[in-house]
C-alpha cells in the first residue's frame, strides 16, 4: 500500500511550499486534502506552490485533489501553482488539460526542466 505526506513551509516572500510525498491515489487524498487546505486557511499565503518532485504516483483522485485546491486558493485570493511533476505526473495532467491551470508548461517535460528550489 502506497503513502503519501505533505508538508508546508513558509518562505519568506509570503508564499507557502508544501511539498507532497508517496503516491496521489484514493487512500491517500483525503488527508493531503486536510493538511493543503488547513495551509491555506493557517498561512493565508498569495502564493501557493505544490512542489511534486518526490510523486511518484498519482491518478484522477490526486489530479482532483490539485483541482480542488486550485479552487480553495481562488477563493482566499491566493495563486495556485505546481511544480516538479515526474514526467508520468506532467503526462497526467497534460492529458487532463490542466497544466495551464496548474501553471506547468503543455510541452513534454524534458532533461533539466525541473526549475525552482
Known amino acids: 500500500m502506497g503513502g503519501a505526506a505533505m508538508t508546508a513551509r513558509r518562505q519568506a516572500d509570503g ?13 491517500t487524498v483525503g488527508g493531503l486534502r486536510v493538511a493543503m487546505l488547513d495551509a491555506l486557511n493557517r ?3 498569495r502564493l501557493m506552490i505544490v512542489d511534486l518532485t518526490l510523486v511518484t ?9 490539485l483541482v480542488g485546491g486550485h479552487r480553495s486558493a481562488l477563493d482566499l485570493g ?10 508520468f505526473v ?10 495551464g491551470l496548474l501553471g506547468l508548461s503543455s510541452a513534454n517535460a524534458a532533461p533539466g526542466w525541473r526549475t525552482g528550489g
Open 15 to 27: 508564499a507557502t511550499v508544501m511539498d507532497v510525498r508517496g503516491s496521489l491515489d484514493a487512500s
Open 78 to 87: 491566493a495563486r495556485f501553482v505546481v511544480r516538479n511533476p515526474s514526467e
Open 57 to 65: 504516483f498519482m491518478d484522477s483522485t490526486g489530479i482532483g485533489l
Open 43 to 45: 498561512d493565508r499565503p
Open 90 to 99: 506532467h503526462r497526467q495532467l497534460r492529458l487532463t488539460g490542466l497544466t
